[in-house]
């Protein structure tokens, strides 16, 4: 508390006793009320003073201020959504995101395009049995350049595995529309070992598919369930991000490319990026706000979108492709021409 506050607080206080000796003489309070109160007050006062010392002149032992620990040392503060803030942990060797709100503008039909140019952006969306018969000519003439198939999961209770029901035929369509085909596995994996049993199981039903035909990432799609009962409902941080080390090492050895869905609960409070860097990121910010701060390969940016040929709503997303460097001029060589 700074010296304004501490004076203010302390003529508040003295304003308080006055009003209490007058009201003692008003009401006429016994002579043991009156002490015990004005105790109370002095008190409060001296927490009050006691209080005012600045951060950076605490005593130190031996009567030389020294400054006192910084509670934000090894934090950044960063966007959360809703206007709101949080105060996360700083890595060193995580980049950081180079997305600006600036960089993108919203079609008429609820699409986010970018327009930076740091980066190559695919339209995208990630669909499950949940969407019902998409109509994929109708989903690829609407401008979607891929989509993330649901390619299975496993459930929060029972702990067992299962493909989902419309793998194959979303897959079918979208192939044959033209449109690059990634997938996710529902994750709800609770030690290593069982992330390590998910990744087989998905890759044992994407080697089934024509060789080349897969050409997106296959994300580790771990999420909380909001039932305090789940399987997965005490699992720590460091648990978690040994599950998709476990999960996107697998992926990575069957020859595709593994990547990490997070929102920013566990982006932030969760997952350790550093530990997950060899992987990509697949981050949801549903608002529309491209606000995470750490670099990411794809950004789940509604969960509301509109799309010709599907009959609910649907994730929308992009897919940042870094754009190749500019090409430096040609050293010329030989004499200039007359």
Request: with cysteine.
């Amino acid at each position: 508390m700074n010296d304004k506050h501490r004076i203010l607080a302390e003529e508040m206080l003295k304003q308080t006793a006055e009003e209490i000796c007058m009201k003692k003489k008003q009401h006429a309070f016994t002579g043991r009320v009156f002490p015990v109160l004005m105790i109370i007050i002095t008190i409060l006062v001296t927490m009050f003073t006691g209080c005012s010392r600045t951060r950076d002149t605490i005593p130190g032992p031996s009567g030389e201020t020294e400054p006192e620990e910084d509670w934000y040392s090894g934090m950044i503060e960063v966007d959360v959504g809703n206007g709101e803030t949080r105060w996360i942990r700083a890595y060193d060797s995580v980049p950081v995101s180079m997305l600006k709100a600036d960089q993108f503008k919203e079609t008429d039909g609820g699409y986010l395009l970018y327009t930076g140019n740091e980066y190559t952006a695919l339209q995208g969306i990630d669909v499950s049995t949940f969407q019902g018969e998409i109509d994929w000519s109708a989903v690829a003439a609407d401008g979607i350049d891929f989509a993330m198939l649901r390619i299975g999961g496993r459930g929060y209770g029972s702990g067992e595995i299962y493909e989902d029901d419309s793998f194959q035929i979303n897959f079918q369509g979208a192939i044959d529309n033209g449109i690059q085909v990634g997938g996710y596995f529902f994750s709800q994996a609770v030690t290593p070992e069982e992330a390590r049993e998910e990744a087989d199981y998905a890759v044992s039903i994407l080697k089934e598919l024509p060789e080349g035909s897969v050409t997106m990432p296959i994300a580790f799609d771990w999420e909380t369930v909001g039932d305090y009962e789940a399987r997965t409902a005490d699992i720590d941080g460091e648990t978690l991000t040994a599950c998709a080390k476990a999960f996107c090492a697998r992926i990575a050895e069957a020859g595709y490319q593994p990547i990490v869905y997070a929102y920013r609960y566990l982006a932030y409070e969760m997952y350790d990026l550093e530990e997950l860097q060899p992987y990509g990121l697949w981050i949801s910010t549903l608002d529309g706000s491209p606000d995470f701060y750490y670099a990411h390969d794809m950004w789940q940016y509604t969960e509301n979108g509109v799309v010709n040929g599907i009959q609910t709503r649907v994730d929308l997303n992009l897919y940042f492709i870094p754009a190749a460097p500019a090409a430096e001029p040609a050293e010329q060589t030989g004499e200039p021409a007359e």
